[in-house]
């Protein structure tokens, strides 16, 4: 009779729940912009706790290099655990769900259009190491 505790080389496979393992993880909440123009590839922006403006020059951290796209076009802030958009007094302005805004709160699977960039506002949860 052989003595399975003391087998060399003896590999077993534990399964174990998703939820069990994911229980102890700490995560957080992370914010994403697509940036998407008609027959050009999604941009992927990630957002942070700082300010982000939108515009046609090349000093904004997302640049749009489109006439209908004013110098400094909106703003996007973090304030409250949430993300706003505010429109910079721009000529052609900025819409949310097809509504245009002075300044608004952003929802998961919001479409944000400057000109005629469309950018997809959604978050997802990250593990934290």
Known sequence: MTDVNHL???VRTLAISRSSVMRGMKKR???FLDIKRVNEQVQTYKLQETDVIIGRTSDN???LSFPNISRHHSKISFSNDSYLIEDLESTNGTFVNGISIAKCVLH???V???GETHIFYYEREELIS
Request: charged residues 35%; without cysteine.
């Open 112 to 114: 944000i259009e400057i």
């Open 61 to 63: 951290p997302i640049q």
């Open 8 to 10: 060399e080389g003896d």
């Open 108 to 110: 998961p699977n919001d």
């Open 29 to 31: 909440r992370v914010s």
